[in-house]
């Protein structure tokens, strides 16, 4: 009973482990999006919008109107109604189901965790970006308009794409300040339509809305014109109000954060 | 292998743990026990990296748990079985945990038999799972990556007695092959049943910790008595400076029980009932939490 105990805390060796790689953590990401049934909903839900708002052009728009560049462009609108969702969710539903406490304790770096979902949202974006110039594609093929594949060049990808990223992206941000499913998806849609509201009975608003206002500096990446050098900066202005800015102070939310 | 070094967490004025300092050993279960609240979860919660401290630290090792490459394969953390997506099935919950861990798939149906989840079950969504199937899917995730250290937060919670068996069986082998285990519970019986080592926590502070016995030795011996005549023996007691209060029918002692018998066998007087009192650990895990529980129980008060 009078044996000397050495009070020396035993010790883990951590010579034969390495961290996580970070390829894996966006694989598990991708999977987590996808592996519920609300998930498959969502991902399924892009994928058949995409169809439908095609099939409707295809039979809908006036003859001469069915090149590649008016299919690809009717997807933008209805897929970026569902990306930002997709966005939101990836974040908000490890909050809503507090899930965090188990990623964050199998992978203890938060940010690593973050910027494994914004390569998931990313690669999330880039499928929706290649279905839709897919099935873009192939109703213009069906379509068989002259002149229908006139006139496209790498920034129409290029536009269309950014469109595309920047809702996602936008929805991932949201999703890390409000950290709530609920608040987040209602924020999103109803904030950019305060701004535009104030814009319509404000006029001084007006001038600067194209700075501030991410819907109004969106526009001129729909039509097919030039954007022009102004448009861009505009458009990188919004861009930084709307996405950078929200996305940072989120970060820094989920950073300090007590997980429970 | 675990600890907790002048541990200190406040949430603006209110203090929630209050400087504790304990151990966990390899080869050893450790309960850690405390009525609700008592901040048991709070220091769970800063092991795994999850709250930052206020002040003091946690070591697993000899290192801080974010410091811990893949932390899975070396600690398994369990800090509440209900904190799964509902939709999610039981066997993918763990497969993204295997995923994350670079573990091969084959070691979930490995864990899922482990904690005698059946394929059926596993194959169902995590919201229409008991709470007891709930902690045998988060006991089966601790256990996957083959850590050497167990955190584990009221894992016995839900579980019918033979799961708490099956429980304690489970932790008993894992401490034998020199795991270290930490488990908290705010029932007594569990942690007695499946524990070697208790840490007592009330309001934020550690108020007793140690083995078993040493807990009941270090608490000085008292004794439950009754007699045929109990005004007697209550006289004969004072004659003798013994302390004693009124326990129901009889009187709890502070003596020895053989001091009690000697001194009542001096007078004549009839016993019908002699023992030490306090045999469990019940009363112990009362008295020493009553005055940091939120019901109000008298200590010492007629039972």
């Known amino acids: 009973m009078s044996a000397v105990t050495t009070t020396a805390v035993p010790t883990l060796d951590l010579s034969a482990t390495s961290a996580v790689p970070f390829r894996r953590l966006i694989g598990v990401e991708v999977r987590k999006m996808s592996d519920t049934r609300a998930g498959m909903w969502l991902l399924g839900a892009v994928g058949l919008i995409t169809v439908a708002v095609v099939t409707i052009f295809f039979f809908a728009a006036d003859d001469g109107q069915r090149t590649f560049l008016n299919f690809m462009l009717t997807t933008a609108s209805p897929q970026g109604f569902v990306l930002p969702v997709l966005g939101i969710l990836l974040v908000t539903s490890e909050w809503g189901q507090r899930t965090t406490l188990t990623t964050f304790t199998l992978e203890p770096s938060r940010q690593r965790v973050i910027a494994a979902k914004v390569v998931a949202a990313l690669l999330f974006g880039l499928v929706a970006i290649v279905l839709a110039v897919g099935i873009a594609a192939l109703a213009t093929v069906l379509a068989g308009e002259p002149g229908a594949w006139d006139d496209i060049g790498a920034d129409d990808f290029a536009k269309f794409g950014i469109l595309q990223i920047g809702g996602i992206m936008q929805g991932l941000a949201f999703g890390l300040i409000f950290l709530n499913s609920a608040a987040a998806i209602v924020s999103y849609f109803v904030l950019p339509l305060a701004v535009s509201i104030v814009a319509q009975i404000w006029a001084g608003f007006r001038d600067i809305a194209a700075w501030v206002d991410f819907n109004t500096a969106q526009q001129p990446l729909f039509s097919g014109v030039d954007v022009t050098g102004e448009q861009w900066a505009q458009l990188a202005t919004a861009s930084a109000i709307w996405i950078l800015l929200p996305f940072l102070a989120g970060l820094v939310r989920v950073t300090r954060a007590e997980v429970k | ?303």
């Not at chain 2, 080869?27 to 002040?55: D, H």
């Not at chain 2, 490459?69 to 993204?96: C, K, Y």
């Not at chain 2, 979930?108 to 008991?130: C, D, F, H, I, W």
């Open chain 2, 1 to 303: 292998m675990i600890k907790v070094d002048g541990l200190s967490k406040s949430y603006g004025s209110f203090l929630a743990l209050d400087d504790i300092s304990f151990t966990c050993q390899p080869g050893r279960v450790t309960g850690f026990l405390g009525p609700n609240g008592a901040g048991k979860t709070t220091t769970m919660r800063i092991m795994a990296g999850l709250t930052p401290a206020s002040r003091g630290e946690v070591t697993i090792g000899g290192h801080h748990f974010r410091d811990i490459p893949n932390p899975g394969r070396h600690v398994g953390v369990l800090l509440d079985a209900s904190a799964q997506h509902d939709g999610r099935t039981g066997r993918e919950v763990l497969t993204i945990g295997a995923r994350t861990m670079g573990l091969p798939d084959s070691r979930v149906g490995e864990m899922l038999e482990q904690v005698s989840l059946t394929p059926a079950e596993a194959k169902r969504r995590v919201r229409n799972y008991s709470l007891g199937m709930r902690q045998r899917l988060g006991i089966a995730h601790a256990l996957l990556g083959d850590p050497s250290v167990l955190i584990l937060d009221e894992p016995a919670n839900g579980l019918d007695p033979a799961g708490i068996r099956w429980m304690r069986g489970l932790l008993k082998a894992y401490a034998e092959r020199g795991g270290t285990v930490l488990l908290s519970s705010h029932l007594l019986n569990e942690v007695e049943l499946i524990a070697d080592e208790m840490i007592l926590i009330g309001r934020g502070r550690i108020v007793a910790q140690g083995d078993k016995k040493a807990l009941l030795a270090e608490r000085g011996t008292s004794t439950h008595v009754m007699a045929l005549d109990s005004s007697r023996l209550e006289e004969a007691l004072t004659a003798n400076d013994v302390t004693w209060t009124p326990a129901g029918e009889g009187l709890a002692v502070e003596a020895e029980p053989v001091e009690v018998g000697r001194i009542a066998a001096e007078k004549g007087i009839v016993l019908i009932e002699l023992r030490p009192a306090h045999g469990g650990l019940e009363e112990l895990f009362l008295e020493l939490t009553s005055d940091t529980q939120r019901d109000d129980i008298t200590p010492g008060g007629p039972a």
